[in-house]
Every structure is written in C-alpha cells, then in structure tokens.
C-alpha cells in the first residue's frame, strides 16, 4: 500500500495567519490527492481533490498544491472555525489510503 | 438534501459479527459508490472498501479481505457493511461515504467522498 505522511502533526497560530502542511506520498499519486477537514465528533468534509480543485461550497481560505510525492494543503486569513484536524488521502491506487492528520490549533 | 443516515451504535463480544446500514437520501443511490471508513478513537482513518450500488460490485482493503462484505438493496436505498470475527481492535466508529467523480485529471476524472453519513460507534468488548 501507499504510505501517506503527514507534517507537522500538530500546529497552533494566531487568527488571520497563513499555515501550511505537507502531504508524502511513498511512490508517485500524480495528482490523485484530496484533503478532508474534520472536527471533533463530526464527520469529515471535502476540501480539495484533485490536488488542487477546490470543491463546491469549499471557502477560498483553503488551497492544495502538488503534484507527484509532495502535496500541501494551505490556509490563508485563519480563522476560529478553522480549528480542526486536516487528512489527506490518496486515490491513485484501488487501496486507498490516509494520512495520520495534521492538528491545527487557533492561538 | 443530499444525506447518507446510518444505524444506531452497535456493542458486541469478540468473535461476533456487526452489520452496519446506510441509508441515501436526495440523490440516484446507484449514481455512485458508497465507500466505507472506520476511525479508532484519537486515530486517523482506515479505508475498507467500496461497492457500487448499480451493480453491486465490490473492492475490499486488503486487511479486510476475508472478515467484510459490502451489500446493498436498491428498492431502500441502503447500502450495509457487514464485518466479522470481531476483536478489540474493530472497536472504532464507522462511516460511509459517497465517492463521487468530478472531471479532470489523467483518468479523466478525480475522486472524491464529498457526502458522509454520520458514523456509527462499534464497541467491541467481552
């Protein structure tokens, strides 16, 4: 299987900053990434497929780069709600598979 | 709208087997395929599989081949995971999702699971 790694695993900043966490990948995905957000007691949500195709209803605070093995996820202005753990996931092979999440923190 | 509502939480002994249901709602169930994810507490995600409710054809994770089976009935839109030969382990909260397609990319399309049912807490413990 491919082996998705996250970084960092945690993160805190203040509100209006702009973070950015890394998506590997263990072999080539071209660009078959998306990115969920979920927080606590919910159900994750889609942000990004596609590496970098925002999707429908998805604020315009969050965008994917990357293309390969490297991936990065985003978020401009940073706001309260954006408190939550971030996944990425590959579909690229018919074994899907996760990252361990990157957890932001709002300052 | 567009929801995916699954069953009530489940506790079982180790050995035992546990069926989870999910059931669409606002949209062709058999449009596109249902995927199924679990999460341990504190944890990150597990893919285990997805079906197409068209035709009822399956792709299982590895690690669950053997122990799942993904079924569903089209006259109530349900779609249902069953797992077997339960451990400790299985304890998690299961989710299902719908993997859509949108247009792009080398395959001429993108996955993604843009609708999620709510999750269901399987308690494995003796």
């Known amino acids: 299987d491919i082996q998705m790694t996250q970084s960092p695993s945690s993160l805190s900043a203040s509100v209006g900053a702009r973070v950015t966490m890394t998506c590997r990948a263990s072999q080539s995905i071209r660009d078959d990434l998306s990115w969920y957000q979920q927080k606590p007691g919910e159900a994750p949500k889609l942000l990004i497929y596609g590496a970098s195709t925002l999707h429908s209803g998805v604020s315009s605070r969050f965008s994917g780069s990357g293309s390969g093995t490297e991936f990065a996820l985003t978020i401009s202005g940073l706001l309260p709600e954006d408190s939550a753990t971030y996944y990425c996931?590959?579909?690229?092979?018919?074994?899907?598979?996760f990252g361990q999440g990157t957890k932001v923190e709002i300052k | 709208q567009v929801q995916l509502i699954q069953s009530g939480a489940e506790v079982k002994k180790p050995g035992a087997s546990v069926k989870v249901s999910c059931k669409a709602a606002?949209?062709?169930?058999?449009?596109?395929?249902i995927t199924w994810v679990r999460q341990a507490t504190g944890q990150g995600f597990e893919w285990m599989g997805w079906?197409?409710?068209?035709?009822?054809?399956?792709r299982y994770a590895q690690k669950f081949q053997g122990r799942v089976t993904m079924t569903r009935d089209t006259s109530i839109t349900t779609a249902s995971m069953e797992l077997s030969s339960l451990t400790f382990d299985d304890t998690a909260v299961y989710f299902c999702?719908?993997?859509?397609?949108?247009?792009?990319?080398?395959?001429?399309?993108?996955?993604?699971?843009?609708?999620w049912g709510q999750g269901t807490t399987v308690t494995v413990t003796s």
């Open positions: 606002g949209y062709t169930f058999t449009n596109s395929d």
């Open positions: 999702a719908r993997r859509s397609r949108f247009p792009g990319g080398s395959w001429g399309y993108y996955y993604g699971m843009d609708v």
């Open positions: 996931q590959q579909s690229f092979t018919t074994q899907w598979t």
């Open positions: 079906m197409d409710p068209d035709n009822g054809d399956t």
